[in-house]
């Protein structure tokens, strides 16, 4: 278990809908990551927060948003949703907001556009 | 990712030593890792070495480091059953995302 908790663990949701992912990282990591794992594209890093603030974007899209809030856990947005946001969700989150932090990743959410 | 390569798959034997190989691009890559997934669950941290080691040891985990060729590999002593899953190298440099692999799936048979 890395301490990351990722809830729901499957969203099935249509085309066109809104979803809201949830992560609490581990006790104690103030830095938090969302990366998309697709069969085409492969994990893919798309936004990370350091303590409240955005600290570094990836390849995510305009209708996905995230925040991290004052007790650290982080919700990824998913907006006007389509076939190809299907993946699954990762969350990981590491004490610091640099290179040489490990990161430890939640178990995921299950996302399946219909 | 486009610039980590790995083989997608790996069978080995139980009781025999598995290696996964990697191949990055980025020379200023700093840290490289290895991580693995299991079904249905996320992605564990095995280990990570930092770019100006050789090689790490951990119990039955190796990692060997090349730098001037750009070569990381992983090799799992006496691989067990549970050691089936998808093997992720990633490398981190002077940002804050990690490059991941495609995987590397490994298959242990009796």
């Known amino acids: 278990d890395s301490g990351v908790t990722q809830t729901p663990k499957h969203l099935i949701t249509a085309t066109g809908q809104r979803v809201t992912l949830r992560c609490s990282p581990r006790s104690g990591d103030l830095s938090v990551y969302w990366y998309q794992q697709s069969l085409d594209q492969g994990l893919q890093f798309l936004i990370q927060y350091y303590n409240g603030e955005e600290r570094a974007k990836g390849n995510i899209l305009e209708r996905f948003s995230a925040q991290q809030f004052p007790d650290l856990h982080s919700e990824l947005n998913l907006s006007s949703l389509e076939l190809g946001d299907s993946a699954l969700y990762f969350c990981?989150?590491?004490?610091?907001?640099?290179?040489?932090?490990?990161?430890?990743f939640g178990n995921g959410t299950r996302l399946t556009v219909t | 990712g486009e610039d980590v390569e790995q083989s997608l798959f790996l069978s080995v034997r139980e009781g025999d030593s598995s290696v996964i190989n990697c191949t990055y691009t980025?020379?200023?890559?700093?840290?490289l890792y290895w991580y693995k997934q299991e079904p249905g669950a996320g992605l564990q941290l095995l280990t990570y070495i930092f770019s100006n080691m050789d090689m790490k040891q951990d119990q039955r985990l190796t990692v060997l480091l090349n730098k001037k060729d750009k070569h990381l590999s992983l090799r799992i002593a006496d691989t067990q059953t549970g050691d089936s899953a998808i093997y992720f190298c990633?490398?981190?440099?002077?940002?804050?995302?990690?490059?991941f692999g495609a995987g590397t799936t490994v298959t242990v048979r009796a």
């Open positions: 980025d020379s200023s890559s700093t840290y």
């Open positions: 990633a490398e981190s440099h002077n940002d804050y995302k990690l490059s």
């Open positions: 990981a989150s590491s004490v610091e907001s640099s290179y040489n932090s490990p990161l430890h």
